[in-house]
């Protein structure tokens, strides 16, 4: 993997598994067999309830996506069917592909087969444009929202690894929804072979696309996923970057996995405000696995008995986590008594969670951004002092 050598041993090994690994998991168009509406729908529903864990919807943006899909097809002059057409025709008759036009066939696609038109529909564009600045404006997250939507993750790893088309996908956000989508159905190993193409591609990772990174090699939970979490982890450093909490979590729960409990202990203690229920049972674990069990009680007492005042937000533990505790005291009498009445208080308080560990680490963080965004604007015109109306609040 080029550049992930210097900072940590060679994973050729996790690259062939990953290789070896994508036609098992179904993740080519080959497995993923016809389009079938219903299926999608279901996929999709089930996203909404519980199951797109680690991007917010200020990133995926599926439902601005659908809703443009609706007014578009709305807007169209003609029908879907002679719009296609039109398309077809153009690319057998070697015409100009419009920037409006791509964009206009993106939000039509319903089916396996539009989509096929699509790529068609790309390749054309991206040859006539490879050379031309088309401003700020990027089609990869687009066509990766539609891949998302349909189901489709075959042909988003398709195309985006596809060397004609280098430059097409420049940008984090197409890299991050595809990462997104395979997580969700648990293809780890091809959600690795795309952030390593990312990185060969040499776009730039943003903190997303660390979140993701190590919430991959931490499910994959291997000597080699360990390597690259911690390479890269390194690597963005040195670089002076920040890193997120939630990022952070990751690389310590994957450390822990690992029993690299030292390693664990060390990125844990770099983590900013690690006042969250994560951060509390992580440090837990930590605790548990150093085998510092009177810490542990402590720690428990101190939640237990600290400030309980409704206005503090409570820390609470995962039941999963606490089960871990009661099985490294019950040989030790002395400390199994504190820990039941320790345990009786938690749950008096509404301070044990049924989550697991694992669920609250993939769980999907609210939407914060555009509440900040309302917050810091302006509500005052700086020349007059006078309140602004809404419509130029709008602006």
């Known amino acids: ?113 539009d989509v096929e038109l699509a790529k068609n529909v790309i390749y054309r564009y991206h040859a006539e444009n490879r050379n031309v600045s088309l401003g700020e404006f990027k089609f990869g997250p687009l066509f990766m929202r539609l891949c998302y939507e349909l189901d489709l993750e075959g042909s988003a790893m398709e195309l985006i690894r596809d060397q004609h088309l280098r430059g097409f996908f420049s940008d984090s956000t197409s890299f991050n929804i595809l990462m997104d989508m395979l997580f969700i159905k648990g293809k780890y190993k091809s959600a690795l072979e795309v952030l390593i193409e990312m990185k060969n591609q040499d776009v730039k990772f943003s903190k997303d696309t660390y979140v993701l990174a190590f919430a991959i090699c931490y499910k994959l939970n291997s000597p080699e996923s360990f390597k690259i979490c911690t390479a890269l982890r390194e690597e963005a450093l040195l670089r002076g970057e920040v890193l997120s909490r939630r990022a952070s979590c990751f690389a310590v729960a994957l450390a822990l996995n690992q029993n690299q409990v030292g390693k664990a202990a060390s990125i844990f203690s770099q983590i ?36 309980l005042s409704r206005f503090v937000k409570k820390l609470k533990f995962s039941e999963e986590v606490l089960a871990k505790v ?48 309302l917050s810091n604007k302006r509500t005052a015109s700086r020349r007059t002092f006078q309140p602004l109306s809404q419509s130029l609040w709008a602006e």
Not at 272 to 299: A, D, F, G, K
């Open 1 to 113: 993997m080029p550049g992930w050598e210097v900072q940590a041993p060679p994973a050729a090994a996790a690259l062939s598994e990953v290789s070896a690994a994508s036609g098992r998991e179904g993740g080519r168009d080959g497995k993923e067999g016809t389009f079938i509406p219903q299926r999608a729908s279901l996929w999709r529903n089930n996203c909404a309830a519980a199951k797109r864990y680690l991007l917010t919807n200020n990133i995926v943006k599926l439902r601005e996506f659908q809703h443009k899909k609706v007014a578009i097809a709305h807007n169209l002059p003609g029908t879907k069917e002679t719009y296609l057409r039109h398309l077809e025709e153009k690319l057998t008759q070697n015409k100009l592909i419009l920037k409006e036009e791509l964009g206009t066939l993106l939000h039509l696609c319903e089916s396996r087969d």
């Open 326 to 373: 009661r099985g490294k005291v019950k040989d030790v009498p002395a400390l199994l008594a504190r820990f039941d009445e320790l345990y009786g208080k938690l749950h008096i308080n509404g301070q044990v969670t049924t989550y697991s560990l694992d669920a609250l680490l993939c769980h999907t963080p609210k939407d914060l951004k555009s509440h900040v965004v």
């Open 272 to 307: 900013m405000n690690p006042e969250n229920i994560i951060c509390t049972n992580l440090n837990l674990m930590i605790h548990i696995q150093s085998n510092m069990l009177e810490t542990v009680i402590e720690i428990l007492k101190d939640t237990a008995e600290g400030n």
